[in-house]
């Protein structure tokens, strides 16, 4: 039987188990997936190894670190930095990103995007950003700290910090900081906040499973918005077609992963 996991810090919270492991139960496909709490990013190569794993995804904060430990790094992973899916070849470690086009796959509903604003600088906004560029999109990015900003400016985006915040109009806001996934912060100051919602067509959050007090504003202010659970859906889809090495099909899994959502 195949072992893959998920690493990250926290990951009780994640459903990546679940949705994983139903495709595998509902395709026959003789595979578990467990959850891995990861404190420490440096060990994660070794531990990949000593569970006798056949491949992982990894989550916050661990996909930087991820990126380090592999020995080869496909596709678009390669251009970002960041890895949120590992794959056991011939014990070698290969890594990829599957978060971007997850996120993609999320917004198809949300017409006549132009101009983005990310906030976050974190491995999720780093792949989002070098997608939505390549897309022809505009980008700002907006950190609490600055120490994070000078990759985003490498590429090409508009970057702010708190401290020097101006508004703009955006067509979509996404939220891609882990403020409010394990608490019930904001991912900006208040007065911040209040600016974007009031300045943006659409809202969008990475985290999943619980409207957050940054979606919760937007709600009350009635912008379109929604959660991470397609992103989560969409990235999930393309982590188990590389698990499975394109043995099942696409539609398949897709329609197992959603029916998962609600067990
Ligand atoms: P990282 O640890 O790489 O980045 C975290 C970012 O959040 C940093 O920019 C950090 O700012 C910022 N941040 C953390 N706490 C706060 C706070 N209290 N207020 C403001 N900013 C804060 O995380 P990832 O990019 O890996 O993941 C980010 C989020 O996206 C997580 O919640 C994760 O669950 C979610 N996610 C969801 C996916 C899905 O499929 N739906 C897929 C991928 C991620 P600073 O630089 O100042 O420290």
């Not at 912008?223 to 989560?232: A, C, H, T, V, Y």
Request: glycine share 8%; with cysteine.
């Amino acid at each position: 039987m195949k072992i893959f996991t998920i690493f990250g810090n926290p990951v009780s919270h994640s459903k990546s188990p679940l949705m994983h492991n139903y495709v595998f139960k509902k395709l026959n496909y003789d595979a578990t997936y467990t959850r891995t709490h990861l404190e420490d990013g440096s060990k994660l190569k070794e531990i990949f190894f000593s569970q006798k794993l056949s491949g992982a995804n990894v989550t916050v904060p661990h996909k930087e670190v991820a990126f380090e430990a592999c020995d080869e790094v496909r596709g678009f992973a390669k251009k970002i930095g960041v890895v949120n899916t590992l794959i056991n070849e011939n014990g070698r470690l290969i890594g990829y990103n599957t978060d971007a086009d997850g996120f993609l796959f999320s917004i198809e509903e949300f017409k006549d995007i132009k101009k983005i604003l990310i906030i976050g600088a974190g491995g999720t906004a780093k792949a989002l950003a070098q997608r939505f560029l390549e897309e022809g999109l505009t980008v700002d990015v907006l950190n609490r700290s600055e120490n994070r900003l000078g990759y985003f400016k490498d590429i090409g985006c508009k970057i702010m910090h708190w401290d020097t915040f101006s508004s703009s109009k955006y067509d979509l806001v996404v939220n891609t900081t882990s403020a409010g996934l394990k608490d019930e912060n904001l991912p900006a100051p208040k007065e911040i906040i209040q600016t974007i919602l009031n300045s943006t067509n659409y809202v969008a959050d990475a985290i999943y499973g619980k409207l957050t007090p940054f979606l919760m504003l937007a709600k009350e202010k009635n912008i379109p918005f929604k959660d991470g659970s397609d992103m989560l859906l969409g990235q999930g889809v393309l982590a188990n077609e590389l698990f499975t090495k394109n043995t099942l099909s696409k539609e398949d899994i897709k329609k197992y992963m959603s029916e998962s959502f609600s067990l």
